[in-house]
């Protein structure tokens, strides 16, 4: 045969085996992770559906992980008030195989991660064996990261990069003095002290949990502090400087409490509510020493800024410990994963496998 058809033979072996793994894909049933989403019933479970349960436009990815966020927990409650459809597939983030590009520029077989977006919140998401995505949600796979690393790593480490990024733009550099992360045995703290440590900073981790120093001090925290440290009252517009940057992954007077140790000209990135979502401060540490606040948001970073962040992620702000950090799970046990996760007993990051029973 004549090389120069070759192309056009594989076009159609892969077009062939495309529409097959489609037709079959239309016929069977397969596992996901269900919230009835009915406040007179609601219940969660997993079930079998079709893909004329999920989205009927995007591009068709085989889910090989999910992972579980904070936002998941409440996605799948309806006192959360954040799920938009009846019944609804959580899950914010998934990684896995393209089976069907829909006309993208996706191609059959090509590894991919989503996250953000309307993903698992009005669109259904990564806790079934297949999802449909629209394309210009979806970034290719970086290089040296596996499906299941980049949702180890997921919309809490994304979070993180964002932080730790916004922090550096703003003029944090390795040397600085310490930085504090609040929050720290949760998706996005854990990420962030890995992230921070190895890129040189001497990271200050802040944590309820008394038994995760250990846990903290092997993602490279210099030492723990007591969450309490920072959670109670306090009237005094001011305290001793102490932080040459924090990531804050708490919100209420945890937050109002750092800004006000934080050096002059220093600056927090925040993203998380967990502790409340007011801040009881004044302006004094804004106007007197020069500090800042930034606000983090993971859920519509624009496309380009997705790409590049995950760039960073897969080369020097790759967190150490991925292993450690993630504990593989089945959509069985989903349940009771949300349920913890949303009472703050959860450490580090669970990743879901669609089609697994976990580890």
Known sequence: MD???TPWVDQLVGHAWLCSKVALVMKETF????????????????QQVTLSDIASDGVLIEVEWSSVNFKDGL?????????????????VDLAGTVIDPARSDFVVGQKVLAHGYDIGVARHGGYARFARVPAEWIVALPENLTTREVMVIGT??????????????????????????????????SMAV?????????????????????????????RVIDRQELSEDDPKPLQTTLYAGAIDCVGGATLANLIKRLNYGAAVAASGLTGGTSIPTSVMPFILRGVALLGIDSVQTPMDTRREVWKRIASDLKPKGLESIGHSIGLGDLDGVLTAILKGEVSGRYVVSPTGQGS
Not at 165 to 182: C, D, K, N, R, Y
């Open 3 to 5: 090389e120069s058809t």
């Open 31 to 46: 596992p996901a992770f269900v919230f009835s989403n009915d406040p007179e019933n609601s219940h969660r479970s997993v």
């Open 75 to 91: 996605a799948s409650t309806t006192s959360g008030r954040i799920s938009r459809l009846k019944p609804m597939i959580p899950g």
């Open 156 to 189: 809490g480490g994304f979070t993180a990069a964002l932080s730790v990024m916004a922090l550096e733009e703003h003029g944090l550099v390795p040397g600085s003095g310490p930085v504090l992360v609040t929050g720290a045995t949760g998706g996005v703290g």
């Open 194 to 222: 890995s992230m921070l440590a190895g890129r040189g900073y001497e990271v200050v981790a802040s944590s309820g949990k008394a038994s995760a120093a250990e846990f903290l001090l092997g993602l490279g925290a210099a």
